[in-house]
Structures are given as C-alpha cells and as structure tokens.
C-alpha cells in the first residue's frame, strides 16, 4: 500500500493511496510527483480546500461520470479529484461537492490516517488568511502509525468470526467509557442504520443503568479569530484533540437513544452523537462485507466484551 504525505503551509498529514478501488487514478498522481500548488478554501461545497492549478493527470475526462471509485459525498480526511479538470480537493468536515448549486462526482483516491487536528484548522483559515502553499510527495517508508495517539482501556467485539479490538477515549469522556465498561459483556443483534451510510446499529443498550448529561455530548468548538480577537465560534470546523475528528471508518459512537454504532465506511452522522471509541486493531473491510451482508441475509449477532 503506497502512502503520501501532504503539506499545507507547514503542517504535514499522511494519506494512505487507495490503489485498488482508484488504480488508474493514483498511478497518475504518482507518476506527478511532488506536485505543489496554491490552495484556497472552499465556497459551494463546504469544509474542504481546492487546488488553484492543477495536476495533468490524462485520466479521460470524456468517459466522465464513468469514473473510478466515484464519490458523491467526501467525510473528513477524503483527499478527491474532480476529473473534469483535475481540481485536487481535501475534506476536512463532511459535505458534498459542488459547482453552480449543482453536484458532481467525485474521484477519491486517499485517505488521511494520520491526526486532522490542526491540518484541519489551518485549512479554515484559509477563509482568513487567503491562498496557502500545498505539497504532495510520495512515502517511501510504510511505517506511518493508524491514530496511534489513542491510549484508553481497550475492548473486544466480535462477529461472523472476526475479531477487532476498540479503544476508548478514556480521557475525554470519562463517564461515558466507565459506564460502557461496566456494561460488559455486551451481545445483540446487528443492522444497517436508516439513513446514516456505511454504519451499523448495534442493538445493545448501556442506557439501562446510565443516561450521559448533557455536557457529556461535546459539540467541539473551535474560537475564530481575526487580528489577534475572538470574533466567533466555528461549529462545522469541529476537530477533537486526537484528531479522531468527523465520521470516519472504525469510529464508535454511543447514540442519545442509546444504542451503540460502528462506522465501517463513508458515513455521516447528524446531531453529533457522542464519539467514544474506535476500532484500532482488525480489518475494518471485514467489518464492512458483514454489514452488506445483513442487508441480503438480514441482522447477525455482535458481541463486546473485557480484553
């Protein structure tokens, strides 16, 4: 698996390249770099940077929308190319592409494993402090560490056979994760949530002994500031401190009815339920064929339980 590092202003973050679901598309972009451009920050399609030149990359825009795994809605850390013109684009919140009111697709080609946390910040300020300097080069060395930063209890879920292990963020919600802790054993039923995305529903239910408070619910508020004051709060810049940030693959979330979900692919979540783990070990793919196998075959059963 090829991986690239990308670097805006100063700040560095570490994509994986995803070569089997884009071939064509990260051949070309390999074949390009280190490519370097201007940045600016988005105004039709949300939280995301776009490039200001972009890479001739010759992927035959004609064959356009027949693209390679095409993308119609980008969560955070999808690095996507528009293959009408080879606008380079990077999410840092969830939102859709668009030009002109209208929607198109989308070419997503990597993903961003390592922590958002301030690259997802100094991309807002563009809106602030105008065009920045963005470089992509390619990683030689395959030893870029998966959110390494999460350093809570871990735990055991299991299903159809398969075995991941979750951690939880211990330090930031306290209560929530000694509560899920005490819970355990866990075991029920899996189904595909309603209108969620790639997310299972976990029917299994911590809320009988424990209803979190209100302030347990984080909202990730981010100050803006212009010319050294504070001019307001941003709400779609929301990032965490380990730079778990939006709704990505492996992230674990406690519903406010209760239930438990599990994010196995490209999702999103409104209202913000509480994030209170992830999955840092096993193949989150696994995860995901399971649950398109509930879809055919209908719910199977999960179990969480001690390490």
């Not at 293959?83 to 929607?103: D, H, R, T, V």
């Not at 919600?173 to 866990?186: E, R, T, V």
């Not at 999955?279 to 995901?288: K, T």
Request: glycine share 6%; proline share 6%.
């Amino acid at each position: 698996m090829k991986k690239i590092e990308i670097i805006l202003d100063d700040v560095r973050v570490n994509a994986k390249l995803l070569e089997e679901e884009a071939p064509n598309t990260c051949a070309a972009i390999l074949q390009v770099l280190p490519f370097k451009t201007l940045v600016v920050h988005s105004r039709w399609a949300g939280g995301r940077l776009h490039s200001l030149t972009n890479p001739n990359l010759n992927l035959g825009e004609i064959n356009y929308p027949f693209i390679e795994n095409p993308s119609f809605s980008q969560a955070p850390g999808d690095v996507v190319i528009w293959p009408l013109n080879n606008e380079l684009m990077i999410a840092y919140s969830p939102g859709k592409f668009k030009w002109m009111s209208q929607s198109y697709l989308l070419t997503h080609f990597a993903s961003i494993e390592s922590d958002m946390s301030t690259f997802s910040s100094k991309i807002e300020r563009l809106q602030w402090e105008g065009a920045k300097k963005l470089e992509i080069r390619e990683i030689k060395s395959d030893t870029i560490p998966y959110y390494s930063e999460v350093t809570g209890p871990r735990f055991k879920i299991e299903c159809e056979g398969n075995i991941w292990v979750g951690q939880l963020f211990q330090d930031e919600i306290p209560d929530i994760c000694s509560n899920f802790l005490k819970a355990l054993p866990l075991e029920g039923p899996i189904t595909n949530t309603h209108g969620s995305g790639d997310m299972i529903h976990f029917w299994a239910s911590i809320m009988d002994s424990y209803k979190p408070k209100q302030e347990s619910i984080h909202r990730y508020e981010k100050p803006i500031e212009f010319q050294d004051k504070k001019v307001g709060i941003s709400y779609i810049a929301y990032y965490e401190e380990r730079g778990l940030r939006g709704v990505n693959p492996g992230d674990i979330f406690l519903h406010s009815m209760g239930d438990i979900r599990i994010v196995h692919g490209q999702s999103f979540q409104e209202g913000m339920p509480t994030k209170f783990a992830r999955i840092v070990e096993g193949n989150i793919e696994e995860l995901h064929n399971i649950a398109n196998k509930v879809q055919l075959e209908g719910a199977k059963i999960l179990r969480m339980s001690i390490l």
